[in-house]
């Protein structure tokens, strides 16, 4: 299954504006939309940069994959371990 992977800068700059910490990696699928904060690709994958023909979201960079991506869980930063 085909997953593109993108940095949503949108988030990165309300992270840096509010002190929000979401996710600002989108993977998508034909079936879902996902958040991450780190992915792990096991496997190939390439990086396309395509300024004259962005996604329907606007991204111009991003990584496509066939292999499988993980989402490495965050630990909590309210956590004291």
């Not at 593109?4 to 998508?28: D, S």
Request: glycine content about 4%; overall charge positive.
């Amino acid at each position: 299954m085909k997953t593109i992977i993108h940095v949503n800068q949108h988030k990165i700059k309300r992270n840096a504006k509010t002190g929000e910490r979401e996710p600002v990696l989108t993977c998508k699928t034909y079936k879902s939309n996902d958040y991450a904060h780190e992915v792990m690709i096991d496997g190939p994958s390439r990086i396309i940069y395509r300024p004259n023909k962005p996604l329907s979201c606007g991204a111009r960079v991003w990584i496509e994959t066939e292999s499988e991506v993980k989402r490495v869980e965050m630990p909590s930063e309210s956590s004291n371990g």
